[in-house]
């Protein structure tokens, strides 16, 4: 097979080869339902999928609807979060999303971008995994593991998320970004780890412009 030797190529060639690697990669943010992975999500920044899930079963169980989070204080929350970086921040954003949901959004999570980066702790990343792993929208997250990805394929030289999620929406079908994201990010803990990547095992080593194999 040639080597595809365009960006659009490697990010096609990419999404293909990702897809047969890892054909059942989900989130690893544990959730029921929207709510509940966007008040996950929030609490991820700069925190571990691992560490959230330990501290979420017992915060939906206290609060499991936008209701129940709305009529109390961030303090009254912090005990279910505390394990968790920033959790004062966290906690008045959690109370502070549920309060906009009820006031602006009938108590349910809207799928435009524009009113999901309203609520507050939600950034287009955050909003990006709520679209397309709970709602059915296309969404395509730039996390750490995608932006790292992107720069070693030379799919992108973007460092700003947002300018690389521009130039990566069109190169994948749109109901297919979620997963594309997903498979990266599960690529890139997995195989293409930051300190030691294991160009040997990865199945992009014959086209990846920063193979060491």
Not at 61 to 68: G, H, L, V, W
Request: some cysteine; aromatic content about 4%; glycine content about 6%.
């Amino acid at each position: 097979m040639a080597k595809p030797r365009s960006p659009k190529g490697r990010a096609r060639v990419t999404h293909e080869r990702l897809a047969g690697e890892y054909p059942d990669a989900e989130c690893e943010l544990d959730h029921r339902n929207a709510f509940e992975l966007l008040a996950a999500t929030i609490l991820s920044a700069q925190a571990t999928d691992v560490g959230v899930n330990k501290a979420t079963p017992g915060l939906f169980a206290r609060f499991p609807t936008p209701e129940s989070l709305a009529e109390v204080e961030p303090e009254q929350v912090e005990p279910y979060v505390d394990t968790i970086g920033l959790f004062r921040q966290k906690s008045k954003s959690l109370v502070g999303m549920a309060r906009m949901l009820l006031e602006d959004y009938d108590g349910e999570v809207p799928h435009a971008m524009k009113d999901l980066v309203r609520l507050p702790g939600v950034g287009r990343k955050t909003a990006n995994v709520v679209r397309s792993v709970a709602l059915g929208e296309p969404g395509l997250p730039v996390d750490t593991h995608v932006q790292r990805l992107s720069h070693l394929l030379k799919i992108t030289e973007e460092t700003d998320p947002v300018k690389i999620e521009n130039e990566l929406n069109p190169m994948v079908p749109a109901m297919e970004r979620g997963q594309f994201s997903l498979r990266m990010i599960l690529h890139g803990r997995r195989v293409c780890i930051a300190r030691r990547p294991q160009c040997e095992d990865c199945v992009l080593n014959d086209f990846c412009p920063s193979s060491k194999v």
